[in-house]
Structures are given as C-alpha cells and as structure tokens.
C-alpha cells in the first residue's frame, strides 16, 4: 500500500543512493545544497516510476527546488494529497 510515509522512505533511500549525506535530507533541503543535479533527478524519477508505480516523468522535476517539492509532486501524482 503505497502512502506518504511509503513515498518518503523512498525518496530519502534513492537520495542517499545517490550519495547525499542522510542527516541532510529535509522536506526544506535544496536540492543544489546536496548537490542533486539534473541527472540525478532523471534518475530519480525513473526509479519511482519503476519501484513505486507512480506515473512521473523527469520534466515533472523541472523548477523543483527542495526535496519536500519532490514529495508533494509524488503525492500529488500517486493522489494522496
């Protein structure tokens, strides 16, 4: 059963996968202060896509600035606002 609490472990294990520090992650952290680039969120959005069967594309990332607008968007996307 996919939730906010599903959605955010997710996110906070594919953002350490892709080597930010894990006391760095917060819903207020931006993304350029953990150095997530736009590949990163490509590939982010792939795996949520594929692991979460939530229906995303990379251009949905496109002007989010902090890691708390990437789980609005999956929770928006999953509806679970």
């Not at 996968?17 to 006391?23: I, K, Q, T």
């Amino acid at each position: 059963m996919l939730d906010h609490a599903a959605i955010e472990k997710f996110i906070h294990e594919a953002l350490v996968e892709l080597g930010v520090d894990d006391g760095d992650i917060r819903p207020d952290a931006a993304l350029d202060d953990l150095e997530i680039d736009s590949l990163d969120m490509v590939e982010l959005a792939q795996a949520i896509k594929k692991d979460l069967q939530v229906p995303v594309k990379p251009k949905d990332f496109d002007g989010l600035d902090t890691v708390g607008q990437i789980l609005e968007l999956c929770y928006v996307k999953a509806g679970l606002e």
